[in-house]
């Protein structure tokens, strides 16, 4: 029995450290796939662009509609206080009383249809105007979502380079460690001074200013980062290595061309406009409207009578504007104004992309070169150490140089940090320019 009330104790206490908060926040480690998937999932520009997609989307139905008939129902009721009448001329001696026409109250309950046969081809304009409006929309949406992309991948990769020159800190300070022990040694046997730790103990001092530093800078970046995915105060820990290409699983070829949204999006709106102005020039044309009813009311059309009784009708109507003071003409000029400045802005749009892929691919291959060189330049700096290092401990060596060399590594490697992040920040300016 005391094991089983033991064993229910047991089970309360862990049941509720598991309900009780962490008590510090772990930063969240995920991969750029992951980043990109929630900022496009959490952005607020993209959740209204959607809206304005469902907004063109009913304008595009509602605009659909007006080729269809239309079906009306009216109900109305009159009273006037004199109706027509007609005088009856006496006869003889009988002289009839005045005729009169309903009792001065009107009734009437109409079904009317009404549907257009022919427009000038103004409403079909008219639709295929909202198609374009509505596929345009969805580019700039896509537009949108690239500018996204692009923001996360720098976010992600500064984020990196700020994390890989905080771990270059640490290693040269743990080489300095390791070095101050050393000196610890010699001084123990009668070798070394006690000014010659300190000299260590001042180098290790300024790396460890440059430690906390990059901590901090490394933080604000995790932040940054955090911040645009959507998570403001989450510091958000890339998985991915720095050094990974992204040209890796998204090559473009030498020739391949840039495809942009915002190109697509400027092309459906000159052809929006191409559709608007057919539309315009349609209200030159006479519009012909067929319309046909059923009435029931009283008096109805045999006033005489005073009864309720129904009827139908059917017609067709034809409006043709004549003169309106060059309205119309001026809705069409202005229209064709807007549509040549837009062709413009197109040209201009894809000339400046051409322009953008050749700077983004000479950047791409001048960072990886400086990479290359960096990469040469660590290489060196690490076999100058340890042989400065062996040196060292015969004595052929001061600390002097020792330390030298160790700035000198360190130097290297906080450049190849840079020169890589730069590689990574121009991968990511050709694959924007380029629409991917």
Known sequence: MKYFSFSIACFVVLSMLLLLPPLYAQPLEWTLERCIAEALVNSHELATGRQEILAREAALEQSQSILLPQLDLNASYRYVSEVMEIDIPAIGPIDPAPMEFGDGNTYDVGLSVRSPLYQGGTLRNLVRSAQEELSAQQSDLSADSLQIIYSVRRAYFTCLGADARLQAFRISLE?????????????????????????????????????????????????????ALGYPREEIVPQDAYTNSLLQAEAISSDEAPDRPEVNSLQTRLQQLDYQ???????????????????????????????????ASVGIQMQWTLWDFGNRSQQVQRIQASRNGLEHSLNRLVQ???????????????????????????????????????????????????????????????????????????EVELLYVFGR
């Open 175 to 227: 080489h300095l460690q390791r070095l101050l022990n050393e000196v610890d040694g010699l001084i123990e046997a009668g070798v070394a001074n006690e000014e010659a730790r300190l000299e260590i103990e001042s180098n290790i001092r300024i790396v460890e200013q440059n430690l906390s530093e990059a901590s901090a800078q490394a933080r604000q970046t995790r932040l940054l980062l955090g911040n």
């Open 277 to 311: 102005r057919n539309a315009a020039r349609g209200s030159f044309l006479p519009s012909i409207t067929a319309q046909a009813g059923y009435n029931y009311g009283k008096p109805g059309i045999n006033q005489m009578e005073n009864e309720w009784m129904g009827y």
């Open 352 to 426: 400046n992309l051409d322009n953008a892929s050749s700077i983004a691919r000479i950047g791409v291959e001048a960072a990886q070169e400086q990479v290359n060189l960096a990469e040469q330049r660590v290489d060196i700096e690490q076999r100058r150490l340890q042989l400065i290092r062996n040196r060292f401990q015969v004595a052929s060596a001061t600390q002097t140089e020792v330390l030298d060399a160790e700035d000198d590594l360190r130097e290297a490697q906080i450049a190849l940090v840079a020169a890589t992040t730069q590689l990574r920040m121009a």
